[in-house]
């Protein structure tokens, strides 16, 4: 298991996974990390392997072989331990649409036994993801899909977790509203939550990720940090890759 | 209990609390169940005080019959009618298919025993706005509406990930919602159950009946809200939960009473009406003639009869022998139907034997029998009474029998020989002894209840793991 300076482990840790449905071995020997207060893009085309690399973080699935672990705990072992360490926000933000996004909020924070105080917990995270405070008290079921991606964050905002996993986080947002969402994982990583954003989204990886990793048949292909300077990432030949890879995968 | 499964439990009444349908769905379901108690206590508390009203006209009737022979009392009869008990409002039964009114008389059976309506299945039939019709046969159809959708559709929508991303495990998952359900099951019986819980507390019904009763149907609701939460469970898409579950539904609850009586009737056939009666009639002309001189049955009673009161003709009686001769006759008719009831029962208990074995695969006979025995408006009340009736019958005939062998002078007893009108009091009046079920009309139904809800618990145990895990 791979630890941080200071000998804690890190908050996502994969090593040498494999993972298989049926015939079709659709992780083969991944290794993937993330630091504390990293936002590490994982981009791959479809059946890369993506959603399965979360799937194994979140303990839904018990890889073939391999090391997952989420702040040095394994999920397919303890998989409640696990999930106390992260936030989810899946793909097609999944709410109550009969319920407002305060009750949400509190529902969901209830299960994962968070500190849910209206005041202190429930208002702060909806005020910082920027939701309309109008909206509030306004069932979810009306709301846009970049209102209802507002909500899920401010869940994981609000339960104060060292990861957080995206999904797919601005697949059908508008470019405005995926330059909010950015800005929003960007205070997520200024508070050290490490954030692994699995994404088919070149220009937000480019725009918010510390690292961009390929993932090409169930592996990563090819890892890239960002710069230091004011290009964080050759957007041209990322694309190039990126297009190579879906090509080949 | 863990906080998230009572959490997960209370959201389920949010939910349905904020959907429009369903809210209207289950309230309109939760006046039904008042409303057809209230109606079905008003009505029984109606006929009975109707019933109560014909006894005693019939009664007094019968006490101001004029001076008369005996034994056109005995043609005159009595009428009888059964009390209906505390609880039958709850569930008429099989009350309304067997009447419960007997014209009683001498030489003759006139009992609903044999009515062509007890020549058909009729353990199973249903019609009327009771409590019972309404917990037995639309409370679980609005479970499934309500409950269908309770796991299929977080699975559908995306929020079964989110809510196990939450920490919460597929038992703890599960549980949650079949809490949910299981009260709003528990809550659609409420009215009923208060209505009960009011006669119990008030001495107007005995209160371990009341209990079992309780137990039986909140078991019986629990059972369905347990099977749609599971079923939906079960599946991936809601609308095949909504499938399954009406199949079952139909086939429980619709299909299995239907059909299982009448492949019972067809195994075990009961003989009709006119079959009995001239079956009868042929085995009563086989005993004998007593008007006939040559019969040998009866000259042999006379000769006893002779021996015993020590004389040589039946004029020097000290009783007449023609009221002996009726007394015998009686005894001797009886019998026979008594025989012939006896028969008749068996195969009705072979038939509801049938029915009842079925019990186990659908629950709606389990709770149909265990309802109509605790409220004492089952075959075997309505047997118990025929008994009692019969059993009544006897001796009053018997006592009318015996009083012309008494009463009317053995000589020179004229043209038109009468007793007296005050002896029509001294005969006895129908008292009814309220029905009492057994055991084994009550705890082999409780048992297939509680069966299937532990069947259905330990069903639960692999769906809740699956549950935790399948969500690719």
């Not at chain 2, 007593?290 to 009686?317: C, I, Q, T, W």
Request: hydrophobic residues 50%; contains cysteine; glycine residues 8%.
């Amino acid at each position: 298991m791979m630890t941080n300076d200071a000998g804690t482990p890190l908050p996502i840790d994969v090593r040498e996974v494999r993972h298989s449905y049926g015939e079709r071995e659709v992780l083969c020997g991944l290794d993937l990390s993330v630091a504390p207060g990293e936002i590490y893009a994982l981009l791959g085309g479809n059946g890369a392997g993506k959603s399965t690399t979360l799937s194994a973080l979140l303990g839904f699935i018990v890889p073939s072989s391999g090391s997952v672990r989420v702040g040095g705990i394994d999920p397919a072992a303890d998989p409640a331990k696990a999930r106390a360490q992260l936030a989810y926000v899946p793909e097609s933000v999944a709410l109550y649409d009969q319920l407002s996004a305060r009750e949400n909020l509190d529902y969901f924070l209830a299960l994962a036994r968070a500190h849910r105080s209206p005041d202190t917990i429930i208002a702060p995270a909806l005020e910082a993801v920027g939701l309309p405070q109008h909206a509030w008290n306004q069932r979810v079921g009306g709301f846009s899909k970049g209102m209802r991606q507002k909500v899920a964050i401010a869940l994981a905002l609000a339960r104060h977790v060292p990861v957080l996993l995206l999904d797919e986080p601005t697949s059908g947002l508008d470019p405005r509203a995926t330059l909010e969402f950015n800005r929003l994982i960007e205070t997520a990583r200024d508070r050290q939550v490490a954030i692994l954003m699995v994404t088919h989204d070149l220009l937000s990886a480019v725009d918010v990720a510390d690292r961009i990793g390929f993932l090409a048949d169930g592996r990563i292909e090819e890892e890239l940090a960002a710069g230091t300077g004011s290009v964080r990432f050759d957007l041209n030949a990322l694309h190039a890759r990126y297009t190579g890879t879906r090509v080949a995968a | 209990m863990n906080v998230r499964v009572i959490r997960i439990g209370l959201e389920e009444w949010r939910s349905l609390a904020r959907n429009r349908a369903g809210l209207v769905a289950t309230l309109l379901l939760v006046a039904l169940v008042l409303v057809s108690a209230l109606v079905s206590f008003e009505r029984r508390a109606g006929i009975e005080a109707e019933r109560a009203h014909y006894q005693t006209l019939v009664d007094t009737d019968f006490d101001n019959q004029p001076a008369r022979h005996p034994h056109r009392m005995v043609h005159y009869g009595q009428f009888v009618f059964r009390p209906l008990s505390p609880l039958a409002f709850v569930d008429f039964g099989v009350d309304s298919f067997t009447g419960n009114t007997i014209f009683l008389e001498g030489h003759r059976q006139n009992s609903a025993n044999f009515s062509e309506a007890r020549q058909s299945s009729l353990l199973l039939r249903f019609g009327q706005l009771t409590p019972a019709f309404v917990l037995q046969t639309l409370a679980p159809l609005l479970l499934i509406f309500l409950a269908f959708t309770s796991v299929a559709r977080e699975r559908e929508r995306g929020t079964l990930r989110l809510l196990l991303a939450q920490g919460v495990s597929g038992p703890q998952l599960l549980i949650g919602k079949l809490l949910g359900h299981g009260g709003i099951a528990l809550a659609i019986g409420t009215p009923a159950f208060l209505l009960l819980g009011w006669l119990a507390a008030s001495a107007a019904a005995p209160a371990r009946i009341v209990v079992l009763l309780v137990i039986g149907y909140a078991a019986w609701l629990l059972l369905w809200a347990a099977l749609a939460v599971l079923v939906s469970a079960l599946v991936t898409r809601s609308r095949d939960a909504l499938v399954a579950l009406v199949g079952i539904w139909m086939v429980v609850v619709v299909l299995l009473p239907r059909a299982l009586p009448e492949v019972a009737a067809t195994r075990t056939v009961l003989p009709s009406k006119i079959e009995t009666e001239i079956t009868l009639h042929r085995a009563l002309k086989q005993i004998g003639d007593a008007h006939n001189p040559d019969d040998p049955y009866f000259a042999a009673f006379k000769a006893r009869a002779l021996a015993r009161y020590g004389v040589s003709r039946v004029e020097d009686m000290p009783v007449q022998y023609a009221g002996l001769v009726g007394m015998e006759g009686e005894r001797l008719t009886t019998g026979l139907y008594a025989k012939s009831a006896r028969a008749i029962e068996a195969r009705e208990g072979e038939q509801n034997d049938f029915v009842r074995a079925f019990g186990t695969i659908s629950p709606l006979i389990a709770v149909r029998q265990l309802s109509m025995a605790l409220t004492g408006t089952g075959l075997a009340a309505h047997q118990d009474f025929l008994n009692q009736a019969e059993a009544f019958r006897y001796r009053f005939v018997q006592a009318l029998n015996w009083m012309q062998a008494e009463k009317i002078p053995v000589v020179n007893a004229g043209e038109d020989p009468r007793v007296s009108a005050d002896n029509w009091k001294t005969i006895p009046r129908f008292q009814y002894r309220p029905f009492v079920p057994t055991s084994a009309m009550i705890w082999p139904n409780l048992l297939v209840l509680g069966g299937w809800l532990a069947g259905l618990g330990l069903l639960s145990v692999p769906i809740a793991r699956r549950l935790g895990k399948a969500t690719r």
